[in-house]
């Protein structure tokens, strides 16, 4: 079955600090791979979409990398702010199919 | 910005109604989907829809849910018959391009779904 695993589940950092999300996929053959930020209560909003063969993306503050031998990517958030509180998800996308495989998100709070 | 929206932002029903939600995506958009999260839970796939017809589905999109575009701009999800394990968010989502071509998907506010 597909999935998507992420970690931490969540975390605290102090507003200026840098902090990195982990994601691990085991979608194949893998399509595409998707960063979204999803405040409480709202609906997701993407940050960053990478395929096979790109290894950084970045989105402002927001810096995606991707390993696609070994199935892994990560978030990078640099110089939080207070509203870059919220949830993280990593989603990934199979070859062949238009259903995403969502994480269950990095929870990040932003404390001043 | 053009934005999907989605009605009603909550709904309260009894257990065995029937309950519609509605989007409207964004209007040059060909993709259309929608995706449930509950409480707690990872957002998970239920169905997507492409040139008037469902394009995939998930085992969650069982022959309860039903999904409709009556007209040029409206995208419904109908849920016959609820159960309280249908009490979730639901998001309406569409894009340009299917998501398996890196199609970037656009989320509306969802429609919270509580079943007594």
């Known amino acids: 079955k597909n999935q998507v695993e992420q970690s931490p589940q969540s975390l605290i950092i102090l507003e200026g600090k840098n902090c990195t999300l982990q994601c691990n996929y085991t979608v194949s053959p893998f399509s595409n791979l998707r960063w979204y930020k999803q405040d409480t209560g709202r609906g997701p909003v993407s940050l960053t979409i990478m395929t096979f063969s790109e290894n950084t993306k970045s989105n402002g503050r927001y810096t995606a990398t991707l390993d696609a031998d070994t199935k892994q990517s990560s978030l990078h958030i640099t110089a939080s702010q207070l509203s870059d509180s919220a949830s993280y998800i990593c989603v990934v996308s199979a070859k062949g199919n238009n259903r995403l495989a969502f994480g269950k998100g990095n929870q990040v709070v932003v404390i001043p | ?116």
Request: glycine fraction near 6%; charge should be negative.
């Open chain 2, 1 to 116: 910005e053009p934005e999907v929206t989605q009605t009603p932002s909550h709904q309260v029903t009894q257990m065995g109604q029937e309950v519609i939600l509605r989007c409207v995506p964004i209007s040059n958009h060909l993709y259309f989907y929608w995706y449930r999260q509950i409480l707690g839970q990872k957002v998970e796939f239920l169905v997507s829809f492409y040139n008037n017809e469902i394009s995939e589905k998930s085992e969650i999109f069982d022959d309860q849910f039903s999904v409709e575009r009556p007209d040029g701009s409206n995208f419904t999800l109908k849920i016959r018959s609820t159960k309280l394990e249908d009490s979730a968010m639901y998001f309406c989502a569409s894009s340009v391009q299917g998501v398996k071509n890196t199609g970037e998907l656009f989320f509306g506010e969802g429609s919270r779904l509580t079943v007594l």
